[in-house]
């Protein structure tokens, strides 16, 4: 059985941290591509980052440099997403996701990522 599980989200304030965790089981996970995505509230769910075997890409906007980093740990089958500098835009709900593809190119298209969490509730206050 398939599982992913986000923790690590709650009640932040602007400018402080957060590192959101998520437990992963039932898959093979150092073969898979691993991703982290958020939706605003009334918005659609966004790209956040990504990890692979080798390397990692981060959401490419001016809001995101330097502000997210992505990391895992094989042996824990878990994947990490530590946000610095938060603003009340990082408000929303945060969700890790398995791809079922390994092509870079794919990694930031929601429609390559087939396990999904159920997610973990971020708010940030000004």
């Known amino acids: 059985q398939v599982q992913l599980v986000e923790s690590g989200g709650g009640l932040a304030q602007a400018g402080g941290s957060l590192r959101l965790s998520c437990a992963t089981s039932g898959f093979t996970f150092n073969n898979r591509v691993m991703g982290w995505f958020r939706q605003a509230p009334g918005k659609e769910r966004e790209f956040v980052a990504a990890i692979g075997r080798y390397s990692s890409h981060i959401r490419d906007t001016d809001s995101a440099k330097g502000r997210f980093t992505i990391s895992k740990e094989d042996a824990k089958s878990t994947v990490y997403l530590q946000v610095n500098s938060l603003n009340p835009e990082d408000t929303g709900d945060y969700y890790c996701?398995?791809?079922?593809?390994?092509?870079?190119?794919?990694?930031?298209?929601?429609?390559?990522?087939?396990?999904w969490g159920q997610g973990t509730q971020v708010v940030v206050s000004s």
């Open positions: 996701a398995a791809s079922f593809t390994s092509f870079e190119t794919t990694w930031a298209d929601i429609r390559s990522y087939e396990y």
